[in-house]
């Protein structure tokens, strides 16, 4: 069990959050009052009724839940707001730096124009005191070209974004299915990250490396399954985006004793603490820290590690990111 002093170190260590998936922070309250504001009515009664729903098999059942909730979703406002209430508790965590992932596709397959996503999203970390870029990501169950004329779609405002994603239903699509837009991608000088070894073996995260040119890996907790894929992690010092409350509510591990974060850090790996689709599975950042400390027998040592770890995987300037892992350190010296 975490004692109160590791708590409030974990509570204000300043840490950055490189997986949120902004539509999965859009909370029961804040989609009533948005379906109200654009008159969208949704086949849950109330707030109750529909947090009640939030009760996961797998990730396709959660992902069924999380494009009705996106449903309310039509002006550029309506984005603002849900960004903006993410980047308030991301600050309440003491988060300083956040990669925000968001899918055009669900909402331009509804008529949304990709404009309206993104400025709503940009402008709204442009307000916040939180350091915040955007990778945009294409959704997995969907074909090539379509993630192809997403991508021409969104090139006109490709100064919002930093990074290309790859997201939804892992089983079933590789990474290889975009292995053409990854390197379309590539050549156009945008950072690369893809989900890999959440649902779908260790193999989805080394075609992921080599055939989509992969600088982070979203997730990655299977790789432990494959000795050899491990060491090559490690040796490379690959970062895996870590998401623990997710994976336990999407039943990857049944409970967090068994979660494999720390086996992930004995093993060399460069594992960073992530809040997924926070509004869905159970917390923000801190909730998430908060959970595994408590479960598995992680200390300060790993919490510096894991909070250093999230901005040396953050795709930000090399000045600024040396400023951030400063700050960890000088925060742990006066623990």
Request: hydrophobic share 45%.
């Amino acid at each position: 069990m975490m004692n109160d002093q590791l708590r409030a170190v974990l509570q204000g260590m300043p840490k950055a959050e490189l997986h949120i998936h902004i539509e999965g922070s859009l909370e029961p309250e804040l989609i009533f009052a948005l379906a109200e504001r654009n008159r969208v009515k949704l086949a849950y009664p109330g707030v109750e009724a529909l947090r009640a729903a939030y009760a996961f098999s797998d990730l396709q059942s959660f992902l069924d839940i999380y494009y009705a909730g996106a449903s309310v979703l039509l002006q550029e406002q309506d984005f603002y707001d849900m960004t903006a209430a993410y980047l308030a508790r991301a600050a309440a965590d003491n988060v300083r730096h956040t990669e925000i992932f968001f899918d055009p596709q669900t909402h331009t397959a509804r008529g949304v124009p990709m404009q309206t996503v993104i400025d709503g999203i940009y402008r709204a970390c442009q307000d916040s005191p939180v350091s915040a870029s955007l990778i945009l990501c294409f959704l997995r169950h969907l074909s090539e070209e379509d993630a192809f004329a997403t991508l021409e779609a969104a090139l006109p405002f490709r100064d919002k974004f930093i990074g290309i994603g790859l997201d939804s239903s892992e089983v079933g699509h590789p990474p290889e299915k975009f292995a053409r837009v990854f390197a379309r991608c590539k050549e156009l000088g945008f950072h690369l990250v893809a989900h890999a070894g959440e649902e779908g073996p260790p193999a989805y995260i080394e075609t992921a490396l080599d055939l989509l040119k992969v600088e982070r890996v979203d997730h990655g907790v299977r790789c432990l399954e494959d000795a050899a894929l491990t060491a090559r992690l490690a040796r490379e010092q690959i970062a895996l985006t870590v998401c623990p409350l997710s994976n336990i509510k999407l039943r990857v591990f049944d409970k967090m004793e068994q979660h494999n974060l720390l086996s992930l850090l004995d093993a060399g790996l460069v594992a960073t603490v992530n809040s997924d689709d926070p509004a869905y599975f159970g917390g923000y950042l801190n909730e998430n820290f908060f959970a595994t400390f408590d479960a598995l027998p992680l200390g300060l040592s790993h919490a510096q590690r894991l909070a250093r770890n999230s901005f040396s995987a953050a795709f930000l300037p090399a000045g600024q990111k040396q400023a951030f892992l400063d700050e960890v350190d000088a925060y742990f010296a006066a623990v």
